[in-house]
């Protein structure tokens, strides 16, 4: 059973600091596309950094570079995104998201956590 667990979202201050897990079960992580998306009630979701677990491959959305960075714990089967100098504009609820191989299958399927909710606010 393929499982992605979110967890650190919290109500910050603007300039603070928050880093979200997301620990994974039940697929290949090694070989997993990982990413983190957000989305801000009455916007569209938005996707705020990748890595690709093959290739080490990273890429983040411009409002975010240089503040905030994603990184993978391939012993925990955990990807982080830590997020520093946190503005308003970046409340939303964070999803992490998996294209991956379930274990026993040679099909890559999607599939997305429940979201933590993070909240910049003054």
């Known amino acids: 059973q393929v499982q992605l667990l979110e967890s650190g979202g919290a109500l910050v201050q603007p300039g603070g600091s928050l880093r979200l897990s997301c620990v994974t079960s039940g697929f290949t992580f090694s070989t997993a596309l990982m990413r983190w998306f957000r989305q801000a009630p009455g916007k569209e979701r938005e996707l705020v950094a990748a890595?690709?677990?093959?290739?080490?491959?990273?890429s983040y959305i411009d409002s975010v570079k240089g503040r905030f960075t994603i990184s993978t714990d391939s012993a925990k089967n955990t990807v982080y995104l830590q997020m520093n100098s946190l503005k308003p504009e970046d409340t939303a609820v964070y999803h992490c998201?998996?294209?991956?191989?379930?274990?026993?299958?040679?099909?890559?399927?999607?599939?997305r956590g429940q979201g933590t909710q993070v909240t910049v606010t003054s």
């Open positions: 998201y998996a294209d991956a191989f379930p274990f026993g299958s040679t099909f890559r399927v999607r599939y």
């Open positions: 890595i690709s677990m093959d290739n080490g491959t990273i």
